[in-house]
């Protein structure tokens, strides 16, 4: 079993910076990779990007278009997601989650999901 809890969320102005912590617990995560999604009222959840926990091999989703960056701290057991530039578009509640092996894009192969936290993003 693992625990996320996310963090960081809060509302920006358009082009303001915020970076979402992401602190994990529970077991090992070596073999694992650590997915951000997002998801808009009265839209689908959508991919952000993706890192794995034993090497730091990142996979972005293509709006991110080097937005954002997501990196990790071992000691903490932490994930962060470091974005720029943002655009009201962005607003979404935030996830992050966990799979098995590889990185993904898919949703539905993460077995750990975290509540959430809020970006809102005014102009």
């Known amino acids: 079993q693992v625990q996320l809890v996310e963090s960081g969320g809060g509302l920006v102005q358009a082009g303001d910076s915020l970076r979402l912590s992401c602190a994990a617990s529970?077991?090992?995560?070596?073999?694992?990779?650590m997915g951000w999604f997002r998801q808009a009222p009265g839209k689908e959840r959508e991919f952000v990007g993706s890192?794995?926990?034993?090497?730091?091999?990142?996979y972005y989703a293509d709006f991110v278009k080097g937005r954002f960056t997501i990196s990790k701290e071992d000691a903490n057991n932490t994930v962060y997601l470091q974005m720029s530039s943002l655009k009201r578009e962005d607003t979404a509640l935030y996830s992050c989650?966990?799979?098995?092996?590889?990185?993904?894009?898919?949703?539905?192969?993460?077995?750990?999901w975290g509540r959430g936290t809020q970006v809102t993003v005014s102009s």
């Open positions: 989650a966990v799979r098995r092996a590889w990185l993904s894009d898919d949703a539905s192969q993460y077995m750990y």
């Open positions: 529970g077991r090992a995560l070596s073999n694992h990779a």
């Open positions: 890192i794995t926990w034993s090497n730091g091999y990142t």
